[in-house]
């Protein structure tokens, strides 16, 4: 009887890049009811288009920084961190302690909508689907330059 034999595995996937930009977070799947062409109501479902447009744009930049690499479907540890502006009303002194990291973003984007949103973006790029994710680090903090800078590894552990 044969065995199946897994492929040898190149190097592990090691990959970092930048999406530029105010940190979004995932907005809520919307609903509406709409009539089709018999004229019968019925509910459909849409992601916002702030979602959809965010999304593309982590899909651009995961895309870009794989080079050509096939997603894969090995466990993987993700590191987000997000940088967010700093409110221009703030007193210059205020403004600096943020900098320093003394004044923390308590405000909007939850860093958990964030975190699905960056995720969802590298469905099918960096890795098959994002239930290959075993470990999560992310932190939030203000910058002057707004972005969100994004760090994924392969972890040993085989697949289940």
């Known amino acids: 009887m044969a065995t199946a034999v897994e492929p040898m595995r190149g190097t592990k996937l090691s990959v ?6 105010e940190p979004k977070g995932k907005g809520r799947a919307r609903s509406r009811i709409a009539r089709s062409r018999d004229g019968r109501q019925f509910v459909t479902h849409y992601t916002p288009k702030n979602t959809v447009e965010y999304e ?4 651009m930049a995961a895309h870009e920084a794989m080079c050509g690499e096939a997603p894969t479907i090995h466990p993987c540890r993700v590191r987000i961190a997000a940088f967010c502006s700093i409110p221009s009303s703030w007193s210059k002194k205020k ?8 004044v923390l973003p308590t405000g909007k984007p939850d860093l958990d909508n964030t975190e699905k949103t960056v995720l969802d973006g590298m469905n099918k790029i960096v890795y098959r689907d994002d239930s290959v994710v075993c470990d999560v680090v992310k932190s939030k903090r203000y910058s ?3 972005r969100v800078e994004v760090s994924v590894r392969e972890l040993d552990g085989e697949p289940a």
């Not at 970092?16 to 930009?21: A, E, K, R």
């Not at 593309?56 to 899909?59: D, P």
């Not at 403004?95 to 003394?102: I, P, V």
């Open 16 to 21: 970092d890049f930048v999406i530029p930009g």
């Open 56 to 59: 593309n744009l982590v899909r």
């Open 95 to 102: 403004q600096a302690r943020a900098l320093a990291g003394d």
């Open 144 to 146: 002057l330059t707004p």
